[in-house]
C-alpha cells in the first residue's frame, strides 16, 4: 500500500471527440479542476483494450479528423501553456509504425509528452526500442494485469522507466468493477511493489467511475485513471462541467 495520498486523476482526450477545436477547451478546463496527468489518444478504427465509450469516441473523432499529427500538435499546445502537466500519448501500433517509431519517438518528445501507453505493443518487441526511448527521456507505460506470468512482469518491470500502468478488472475499460473490493488487484500490486524501484509510480485504471472507486484504488496506486467516465460526462454535460466532476472526485 503507497503512503502518499489523495491519489492524482488521470483523465484523458480522445483527438477529435467530440471536436478537434474542443478538445483544448476541455483540456484547459481540466487542468483549471486540477489535473495534471492527462492521456491523449490518437483515434483508433480497431482498439482492443477500449470499451464501448471509448470505442464510439474514436470512431467519431476519425470522422472529425483526429489523428497522430493532431495529437501531436495538441501536446505541443498543451505542454506550453501548461508545463506542469504530464502528458501521455495513448494509442495502437498501426498509426504508429505508419508514423514511423524513430519519428515518433523524437516528435513525441519535441512535443512534450513523457510517456506512451500502446496496449498492443508486446514487451518483446517494445524492449529493443528502450535506448531510443531513454535517449529523449520518454517512457514506455506497459499494462500489466493479475494474469501477467511473473517472468513477464520481472520483463516489464526492467524495461519499465517511471510508470507502470496496472489494470484493475479483466476485459476492456469502462465497465465498473464489480465490487470495490479487487483481491486479485491488490495481489498484483503487492507482485509490483515488491519489484518495482521505489520511485516508479502506478496508474492504477480500467473501470474507475466513483469517488468510492478512486478512495479504494488510490490506497495502492499513485495515480488512477477516470477516462471512459470523463468521455460520458463530457458528452452529456459539457466539458466544463465533466472537468468540475472529475475536481469532485479528487
Known amino acids: 500500500m503507497k503512503a502518499n495520498r489523495p491519489p492524482h486523476i488521470l483523465s484523458h482526450a480522445v483527438v ?9 477547451q476541455a483540456i484547459d478546463a481540466l487542468v483549471a479542476n486540477g489535473v495534471r496527468h492527462i ?24 470522422t472529425n479528423g483526429g489523428s497522430l499529427d493532431h495529437t501531436l ?4 499546445r498543451i505542454k506550453t501553456k501548461y ?20 519519428r515518433l519517438i523524437t516528435s513525441a518528445s519535441k512535443a512534450g509528452i513523457s510517456g ?18 531513454d535517449e529523449v527521456n520518454l517512457k514506455p507505460v506497459f499494462m500489466v494485469t493479475a494474469a501477467t506470468a511473473e517472468y513477464r512482469l520481472k ?12 489494470v484493475t478488472q479483466t476485459g476492456v475499460t469502462g465497465a465498473h468493477t464489480t465490487s470495490i473490493q479487487n483481491s486479485a488487484f ?10 518495482l524501484p ?17 478512495e479504494y484504488y488510490g490506497q495502492f496506486a499513485d495515480i488512477t485513471a477516470v477516462c471512459s467516465q470523463y468521455i460520458e460526462w463530457q458528452t452529456t454535460l459539457g466539458y466544463e462541467r465533466a472537468a468540475q466532476r472529475i475536481a469532485e472526485l479528487m
Not at 477529435?16 to 478538445?23: D, F, M, T, V
Not at 496496449?119 to 535506448?131: G, L, N, V
Open 16 to 24: 477529435g471527440y467530440p471536436s478537434l477545436s474542443e478538445n483544448e
Open 39 to 62: 492521456e491523449l489518444q490518437v483515434p483508433f478504427t480497431d482498439p482492443i483494450a477500449d470499451g464501448a465509450t471509448l470505442s464510439d469516441a474514436s470512431h467519431i473523432a476519425v
Open 73 to 76: 500538435a495538441l501536446a505541443s
Open 83 to 102: 508545463p506542469e502537466v504530464q502528458l501521455l500519448l495513448m494509442s495502437y501500433l498501426n498509426p504508429l509504425y505508419q508514423y514511423g517509431l524513430d
Open 116 to 133: 506512451m501507453i500502446v496496449p498492443d505493443w508486446p514487451i518483446e518487441e517494445a524492449e529493443t526500442w528502450i535506448p531510443a526511448l
Open 155 to 166: 520483463r516489464i518491470i526492467r524495461a519499465s522507466r517511471g510508470l507502470i500502468y496496472a
Open 186 to 195: 491488490e495481489m498484483l500490486i503487492q507482485r509490483l511493489r515488491s519489484q
Open 198 to 214: 521505489h520511485e516508479t509510480k502506478i496508474i492504477a485504471g480500467f473501470g474507475i467511475r466513483t469517488r468510492e472507486d478512486v
